[in-house]
């Protein structure tokens, strides 16, 4: 797999016995072979780390992978964002300092410019950059102060979302998704005054965003919310399926014990059974030996006594 040909692979040993022996396996030639986090394959080789099960790195795998990607890309889209914005902010910021000589600057060579300009054909008293300096210079101290403000306060919004999405952490995901909403009614309201490609391609940006969290992070409960996004990724989880094997397995002998001691028992009932019947065969036996050595006395009595009673 990808990811662990670039991190290598994630071997741990856990501190329970019989999940060790469900991530373990012993090769006749290299010894132990630890089974991968990430990829599921057996590495030879001593475990990286060791601990108890529970606390196993969470490792991404599959679909995660993936998800961490489009989130990365989202992320490096909201660091431009933030960078550009805060180039702006600055750059307002500094012509409120330098508004005296940006616009003594503006009046002197403004007309120089223009000749020159209308020389190689073109008119730039139209040109939307000298407009939006023009415009500038008869905005209020207060107002460009505003505007550097809301353009700084953007960037560090976009720089926040662009570090949660990067982290792929659950609260940046939130701040992501609730940040980027509140901007959407706005950019609805753009777009209906006047479609533009850049407006219509931040607006499908951030409607993507928007929808991709939701639906496959799961938020506000969404497909049923956290629970089922962790659910899902204990499904994936390689260690996960290990508790869950050995615990299989110790069922299983649990069960068999059972069966083994259910068997000893009725062995021991049989043999008390046995001997009790050969018990009863001896005390048979003794009591016919005992009843037969009346008979032997009798017997032997009555031979002694016949010759007397032939003798007499
Ligand atoms: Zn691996």
Redesign the pocket.
Known sequence: ?L??GRS????YAPAEADVRHQLSARTAESGDAWR??????F?TGEPQLTGPAAQAPAVRRGQEIRSALILRVFAVERFVRALVAGVLAFAVWRFEYSRQSVAAAFQRDLPALRSLFHQLGFNISNSKLVGLIHHALTLSPTTIKLVAGGLAGYAVIELVEGVGLWLTRRWGEYFAMVATSLGLPYEIYDLASKVTVTRALFFVINLALVLYLVLTKRLFGVRGGKHAYEARLRSESVMEAAIEASAADRAEAAETEQNAAAETHQNAVAETEQNAVAGAGQNAAAETGQNTAPDLARATAEADTAPRARGS
């Open positions: 797999m990811a662990c290598g692979h994630v071997t991968c986090l990430r990829c599921g394959t590495v």
